[in-house]
């Protein structure tokens, strides 16, 4: 079993800067990958930004960034701490909802795989 806590969320004027993060524990034999999702009200839930692990990279992992983001968002890793960290900057009332951490997880002691997500912080930014 896996548990994601994150914690960062929070009130923010328009402009200003948060940061979420997340911590995976539990039987974890290895992460494929690790992010954030967000839910807007009336929306569908959609990817923010996910690193991939990628130990071939100088830091480790890949990142992809989706486009309302890019330029606003960054996203680091924590690999050996099984830690995610989302900075958002000059975030816009858009950026409002809950976001969701989500790790894609190889589990002990078998290697099975497992999708496993936080229980979601909420992000309100106001105008």
């Known amino acids: 079993q896996v548990h994601l806590v994150e914690s960062g969320g929070g009130s923010v004027q328009a402009g200003g800067s948060l940061r979420l993060s997340c911590v995976a524990s539990g039987d974890i034999f290895s992460i494929n990958a690790m992010g954030w999702y967000r839910h807007a009200p009336g929306k569908y839930r959609e990817r923010v930004a996910i690193?991939?692990?990628?130990?071939?990279?100088?830091?480790?992992?890949?990142?992809n960034l989706s486009y309302p983001v890019k330029g606003r968002f960054t996203i680091s890793r924590d690999l050996d701490k099984n830690a995610v960290t989302l900075q958002m900057n000059k975030v816009e009332p858009e950026d409002t909802a809950v976001y969701y951490c989500k790790a894609i997880v190889v589990l002990r002691p078998q290697h099975g795989r497992d999708d496993s997500w936080g229980q979601g912080t909420k992000v309100t930014v106001s105008s």
């Open positions: 690193t991939i692990t990628d130990r071939s990279a100088n830091i480790g992992y890949s990142i």
